[in-house]
């Protein structure tokens, strides 16, 4: 009977990922600190720009967050997330930060008009045709951020592919409106401080969600 190495044991693994999550999740909070600043303003129309603008830097570091746990190790001896999700920030900045506001964009536009229906003269049957637009808006943001995060494409192709998987892997599309829609019941149910907190097991659950996509992605795009 063979002996196993350290550090590849049952108990070795889960604990390399309760590390890998606790240090992702403090590199999270400290990349995406100006984005504190939202949750002290006026839940107001006019500070949703505002609001928006302090949330840029949460793209990147979720880029990298997803990066790190991608590349991450179940060895105990072999455990280097910090260097993972800094290497992941470096790499992916730029590319995370163009599809993160793009989409900022788009949901900060629809949330104005939702805001202030009356004030613009639209119909209140109006925020259904909203929402969903919302929904697809965010649904495809996860797939381009798990692109840009994972592979080395330009943002029209990223742009192109995560429209594109958004119909080709269904599966993945519907796991992530579950997730988004689970972030959305614990900001009602508690705060997005609460939310944030949790950041590193709702990447891992992106990342695990996504397994479909990636592969599609490796196989039909990549050399």
């Known amino acids: 009977m063979s002996e196993l190495a350290f550090g590849t044991g049952v108990l070795s693994r889960a604990a390399a990922t309760v590390h890998n999550l606790l240090v992702v999740e ?32 949460v793209g990147p570091a979720l880029s ?6 991608h590349h991450r190790s179940s060895d105990l001896t072999e ?12 790499l992916n ?10 989409w900022l964009g788009w949901i900060t536009v629809l949330a104005v008009n939702l805001a202030n229906l009356g004030a613009a003269g ?5 925020v259904v045709p909203s929402l969903l637009v919302g929904a697809a808006a965010t649904v495809w943001m996860l797939n381009a951020l798990v692109i840009t995060s ?9 742009a192109r592919l995560a429209a594109y ?9 519907l796991g992530n409106c579950c997730l ?20 590193s097991v709702l990447v891992l659950a992106l990342l695990h969600n996504s397994r479909r996509l990636i592969a599609v992605v490796r196989k039909e795009f990549t050399r």
């Open 26 to 57: 403090a590199l999270l909070v400290a990349t995406t600190l100006p984005g504190l600043v939202a949750l002290l303003l006026d839940r107001t129309a006019g500070n949703l720009p505002l609001v928006a603008l302090c949330a840029l830097p």
């Open 122 to 126: 639209l119909p209140r049957w109006w």
């Open 165 to 173: 998987l958004v119909i080709r892997t269904p599966g993945v599309s």
């Open 93 to 102: 900045a730029r590319g995370a930060l163009l599809v993160w506001a793009f």
């Open 180 to 199: 988004v829609i689970v972030v959305l019941g614990g900001v009602l149910a508690s705060s997005e401080a609460v939310v944030a907190l949790a950041g």
């Open 79 to 90: 455990l280097r997330p910090a260097a993972a999700f800094l290497r992941g920030y470096r």
């Open 64 to 69: 990298a967050a997803l990066y790190a746990l």
């Open 150 to 158: 994972l592979f080395a494409f330009r943002f029209r192709d990223v």
